[in-house]
């Protein structure tokens, strides 16, 4: 399973940035995908996660209405729309996904350690 994680960077409070990440067909299409993040002294958590039968999202409560995550299945990849973005939301962010799990808020809810296939990280950093 291969997923390339890009997309991070700085940014200052309020802005938007866009991760992305890059999967294969095959595993875009049988699995969920989604994003983790661990922000500095902290457990990584699910962020956002995608179906991937139907599409259908789950996000963590504190990017609720932040953050959008899609999918494009001719670039067989996934996006992080991140908006009004907040000093918390600094965080090394991780594609991920763990067969056999299609569902996304299965994904999303599994502990970190429970997930078997991570992306390399890309650095978020929210700052003025």
């Known amino acids: 399973v291969q997923l390339q994680a890009s997309g991070g960077g700085l940014v200052q409070p309020g802005g938007s940035l866009r991760l992305s990440c890059a999967t294969s067909r095959f595993t875009l299409d049988s699995y969920a995908i989604g994003w983790f993040r661990q922000a500095p002294g902290r457990q990584r958590e699910g962020v956002s996660c995608i179906s991937s039968s139907d599409g259908t999202t789950y996000y963590a409560d504190s990017v609720k209405g932040r953050f959008t995550i899609s999918r494009d299945n001719a670039k067989n990849t996934v996006y992080l729309q991140m908006n009004s973005l907040k000093p918390e939301d600094t965080a090394v962010y991780y594609c991920?996904?763990?067969?056999?799990?299609?569902?996304?808020?299965?994904?999303?809810?599994?502990?970190?350690?429970?997930?078997?296939?991570w992306g390399k990280g890309t650095l978020v950093t929210v700052s003025s």
């Open positions: 991920v996904t763990d067969p056999p799990a299609v569902l996304a808020r299965t994904l999303c809810s599994r502990y970190y350690y429970g997930i078997n296939y």
